[in-house]
C-alpha cells in the first residue's frame, strides 16, 4: 500500500474515533515511510492527540529531520520541550527564530542553551549552530571565537578547515596558518590540510617550509619552480603517467616560462587550454608570456579574459578597454568588451563598441544585428531597418528578425514588406503565444485600411516584443 493508502484508511479511523487502531497501523507501517514528511506529521499528531508525549517528541525531531523547514514541528517541539528540556528547548526556538528570518534573536538562545547544559556533545552543537549564525550576520570574530571553543573539548578537522578559510577570508594568513599547523599536528596523516598549509606557505614565499607540508608530486614541482630549482621541478615532472592530468602540462608550461623558451611555453599552455578550457590560468599565462615579450595588447587582452572566467566583470572590462587604447584597430578586445557590457547592461557602451567592430568589420553579423536592435529598443525604426537588412546579406539570420523587421516595416507604413517580413518569420517559427495573433494580422493587412484601424493591436504586438 502506498503512503497515500496508508494516511487515507488512517485518517477514516481517526474520523471515527478509532485512535487506538490508527495508531497501531500508522506504527506498522514507520519503517516503510519515515522519511516521508505527511505520514511523519500525521502519527506525530495523533501520538499528540493521544497524549503519548515523548513518542510525539520523537517524531516531530523525525520531521524535522525529513523537512527542515517544518514550522508545525518546531512549533510543537516548543510545546514539548518547554517544561522537560531546557537545552533542546533552546535549540529549538533558535531554530524557529531562523526560519522566520529573524537569526540576531536565535544568536540568545542558542547563548542559554549553551548555559542550560553540562553535556559537551550539546555545548559544541549550539556553539557550532552560534557560529554558523554570526557568519550569517557578518560577525566573522565572533563567529571564530565559537569554532575556537569547539576546539577547547576536542580537535576537529572540520573546524580547522573553516578556521583557516575564515582567517584567508579576512586576509589574515599569519592567523591561518597557525590554526593549519594545529591541525596538522592534530591530524598528520590527512593530506588535504597539510596541503592546504604548504599552499599558504608558498603563497607567503617560504618555500623550503612549503616543502615540508607539500604532499602531492604537482605540489612539490610547483614549489621547486618557485624556487627557481628548475631541474628538481623537471626531474619531477618526467616522472608523471597521467600526461592528461591538467596540472601536468600548467607546471610544464611554467618550467619553460623560467627558461625564457617561450615558443615551448606556448605549445604546452595550449595543451593546458585543450584540458581545461575555461581555467582562468591558462589566459594568466597567457598574459604573462605577452609581458615577457613586450606585447602590452596581448597582455591586457589576455588579463581580460582571466578576469572573464572568473566573473570578474569589471576587472575584465578594465583590461579589455586598456587593449583596446593600446590598439585600436584590432577587434578581438572591440568584440569582449561588447559581451562584457551586455552581461553589465551598459546599453549606451554597447552601442558605441557595436560602431567600433561595424566600422572594423562591415559585414560582422554581432555588430550588425547590436545596432539594429539597440535603435529598434530606441523606436528608430528606419535605422534599426538599415542594420537588420544588411545582416540579410550577409545571411544566416535567426528567425527572430524578421519578426522585427515586419514591426519597423508596419511602424513605418510599409505594409506590403511588413507582410512579406512577418510571413518569413510564421514560415520558421515554432509555435509560441505570438504565432496565431501575427497570423490573424498578416490576414488583415491585405487591405492598407487594417493600419489605422489595428493601431491598438500594433501596441499590443510591442508588448509581445518586450517595448
Known amino acids: 500500500m502506498s503512503a497515500n493508502g496508508v494516511l487515507t484508511q488512517a485518517q477514516m479511523l481517526i474520523d471515527s474515533e478509532q485512535y487506538d487502531n490508527a495508531y497501531e497501523m500508522l506504527k506498522k507501517s514507520y519503517e516503510k515511510y519515515k522519511d516521508d514528511a505527511d505520514y511523519l506529521e500525521k ?12 513518542e510525539a517528541a520523537k517524531y516531530w525531531e523525525e520531521l524535522v529531520a525529513v523537512d527542515p523547514n517544518s514550522m508545525v514541528a518546531y512549533s510543537e517541539l516548543l510545546d514539548i520541550y518547554q517544561n522537560s528540556d531546557k537545552y533542546k528547548y533552546y535549540i529549538t526556538r533558535a531554530k524557529y527564530k531562523i526560519l522566520n528570518e529573524s537569526v540576531s534573536q536565535a544568536i540568545d538562545d542558542y547563548k542559554k542553551a549553551i548555559d542550560s547544559t553540562q553535556e559537551e556533545s ?71 590540510l597539510n596541503e592546504y598549509l604548504s599552499k599558504l606557505y608558498m603563497q607567503e614565499g617560504l618555500y623550503d617550509k612549503a616543502l615540508v607540508y607539500a604532499k602531492s ?30 596540472n601536468y602540462p600548467a607546471l610544464m608550461a611554467e618550467y619553460y616560462f623560467n627558461l625564457n623558451d617561450y615558443d615551448k611555453c606556448l605549445e604546452y599552455i595550449e595543451q593546458f587550454k585543450k584540458i581545461a578550457p575555461q581555467n582562468p590560468l591558462v589566459f594568466q599565462m597567457l598574459a604573462m608570456v605577452c609581458d615577457s615579450k613586450d606585447d602590452e595588447y596581448g597582455y591586457h587582452y589576455n588579463m581580460g579574459r582571466c578576469y572573464s572566467y572568473k566573473q570578474e566583470w569589471e576587472l575584465a572590462l578594465s583590461e579589455y578597454l586598456n587593449a583596446h587604447k593600446v590598439d585600436p584597430t584590432r577587434s578581438e578586445a572591440v568584440k569582449e568588451i561588447i559581451k562584457v557590457n551586455q552581461t553589465l547592461g551598459d546599453k549606451t557602451s554597447m552601442m558605441e563598441f557595436y560602431e567600433k567592430l ?24 528606419k535605422n534599426a531597418l538599415e542594420y537588420y537588412e544588411k545582416l540579410l546579406k550577409v545571411g544566416s539570420v535567426n528567425y527572430e528578425v524578421f519578426k522585427q523587421i515586419g514591426f519597423c516595416h508596419e511602424k513605418l507604413k510599409d505594409l506590403s514588406s511588413a507582410k512579406d517580413a512577418y510571413e518569413k518569420y510564421l514560415a520558421q517559427a515554432p509555435l509560441s ?21 489595428d493601431e491598438g493591436f500594433i501596441d499590443k504586438i510591442m508588448k509581445l516584443f518586450g517595448k
Open 433 to 453: 503565444a505570438d504565432t496565431e495573433k501575427l497570423k490573424e494580422k498578416v490576414s488583415k493587412m491585405n487591405t492598407s485600411s487594417s493600419v489605422s484601424s
Open 122 to 192: 550539546e555545548i559544541i552543537n549550539a556553539r557550532f549552530l552560534r557560529a554558523k549564525s554570526y557568519e550569517y550576520l557578518g560577525k566573522i570574530q565572533s563567529a571564530i571565537d565559537d569554532y575556537y571553543r569547539i576546539l577547547e573539548y576536542k580537535d576537529d578537522m572540520a573546524i580547522f578547515y573553516k578556521l583557516a578559510d575564515l582567517y584567508i577570508d579576512q586576509n589574515d594568513r599569519f592567523s591561518a596558518v597557525n590554526i593549519l599547523e594545529r591541525g596538522v599536528k592534530a591530524f598528520p596523516d590527512v593530506v588535504e
Open 358 to 381: 561595424y566600422n572594423q568589420e562591415p559585414n560582422n553579423p554581432i555588430a550588425l544585428k547590436g545596432l539594429g536592435d539597440i535603435y529598434f529598443d530606441m523606436y528608430e525604426f
Open 43 to 54: 502519527i506525530a499528531l495523533l501520538a499528540k492527540t493521544m497524549e503519548k508525549s515523548e
Open 217 to 246: 608530486l604537482y605540489s612539490k614541482a610547483k614549489i621547486y619552480l618557485m624556487k627557481g630549482e628548475n631541474d628538481k621541478a623537471l626531474e619531477l615532472l618526467n616522472t608523471v603517467e597521467d600526461k592528461m592530468n591538467a
